[in-house]
């Protein structure tokens, strides 16, 4: 079976053309075409000779894929489904706004998480994407021209799969990739410790963290991975780092009605956060099936918001997007997997 050239980086593919024999130059070459000009066949490099192209061809292919369904909103949020292994799938969001365009992308098929809100780990675990799968789906994107930013809050964990998303973010800012700002791009993670360690040593993007809730016996509830990492653990390994300069740290906090989001949780919020300048966001939550789990009302997120405020915590109400399109990440892969079971009897 041939491998992918998208998702290589820069260094890998001297390699490749080293064991090719091919001149060391052509590994930019191949870059650029990969990443600038994205073809979708080897045989359009055109500054390749025909006897390179034919050596790359018989081991490799450019690795492109197209996304193999779209929904769209009325709000103009639209979700693409990819395929990932072998009758599987991921999904991407694409979210326009006056001054921006963001791009959600996958990590994971599935997840092996289990957080108690999240349907892409009711799938469970069932596979890394490769830094190739990665990239295919901003490169992949009919919106492309128009990103202005990415994140990596689809399905899966990030900093679960922390070698192939380090190689994918290495390949979207380094000058010979996309050479897009570390700036323009988040990664999200529940706050794997040994890879969010990692990801601040060797990225510039920023970095959002999922908490939550602030109690530890209520996060237990919600995310396991509250036994392996505690949230204090993570919150004293950020304030290692320096968040006054133009990198961002923030946290996700999807509301649940009656359960985080009460005036105990303001307080115990500005306690954990204190000394760290971070963002809260708070979320909306996207009812799933079979849950226990319901959303906060409006005004209590408006309340939640104004009283983090007044206590010196800088707190925003994500706005709702897609609500019309399976818009729970996860939804609509599940769909996807489930119709293709069902074709297998």
């Known amino acids: 079976m041939k491998k992918s050239l ?8 001297e390699v490749v053309v ?5 001149p060391a130059f ?10 600038k000009k994205t073809i979708s066949s080897i045989d359009d490099m055109q500054n390749i000779s025909l006897q390179n192209r034919e050596k790359l061809g018989e ?6 894929s197209n996304h193999t369904q779209v929904q769209a ?13 072998i009758k599987k799938f991921v999904e991407a969001a694409y979210i326009p706004e006056k001054t921006r365009a963001t791009l959600c992308v996958s990590s994971q098929v599935g997840c092996k998480m289990g957080c108690l809100f999240c349907m892409t780990g009711k799938q469970g675990f069932q596979g890394n994407l490769s830094a190739g799968e990665i990239v295919n789906q901003i490169l992949s994107l009919p919106e492309r021209e128009k990103l202005t930013n990415i994140v990596y809050m689809g399905m899966g964990e990030p900093l679960d799969n922390t070698e192939e ?22 990664v999200s993670t529940i706050g794997i410790l040994p890879g969010m360690t990692e ?36 919150i004293e390994n950020l304030k290692k780092y320096d968040w006054s300069k133009q990198r961002r740290v923030s946290m996700e906090y999807i509301m649940f009605k009656g359960l985080n989001d009460t005036e105990k949780h303001v307080r115990e919020l500005s306690r954990l956060l204190s000394g760290i300048k971070c963002r809260l966001n708070l979320i909306k ?14 005004e209590v997120m408006e309340y939640f918001r104004d009283a983090l405020s007044a206590r010196g915590i800088t707190s925003t109400i994500r706005r709702s997007r897609g609500e019309d399109i399976y818009a729970a990440c996860g939804m609509l892969s599940t769909k996807s997997l489930t119709e293709s079971k069902e074709q297998d009897f």
Not at 6 to 13: F, H, M, R, S, V
Not at 18 to 22: A, I, N, V, Y
Not at 26 to 35: E, H
Not at 216 to 234: G, S
Request: with cysteine; glycine share 6%; net charge neutral.
């Open 6 to 13: 998208l998702g290589k980086t820069l260094a890998e593919l």
């Open 59 to 64: 081991k490799f292919v450019a690795g492109f």
């Open 285 to 298: 939550f996207h009812p799933i099936p079979d849950t226990p789990l319901l959303g906060s009302e409006p």
């Open 199 to 234: 990801f601040l040593e060797k990225s510039e993007c920023h970095l959002a963290i999922s908490l939550h809730t602030p109690f530890e016996e209520e996060r237990k509830k919600l995310m396991p991975i509250q036994n392996i990492f505690p949230i204090k653990d993570i």
């Open 165 to 186: 998303v380090l190689k994918s973010l290495e390949i979207l800012t380094a000058p010979w990739g996309l050479a897009m700002s570390p700036r323009r791009i988040t």
């Open 18 to 22: 080293k064991d090719l024999g091919m």
């Open 26 to 35: 052509t590994a930019k070459q191949i870059a650029d075409w990969l990443y």
């Open 73 to 85: 909103s009325v709000d103009g949020t639209k979700k693409y489904l990819f395929a990932a292994q």
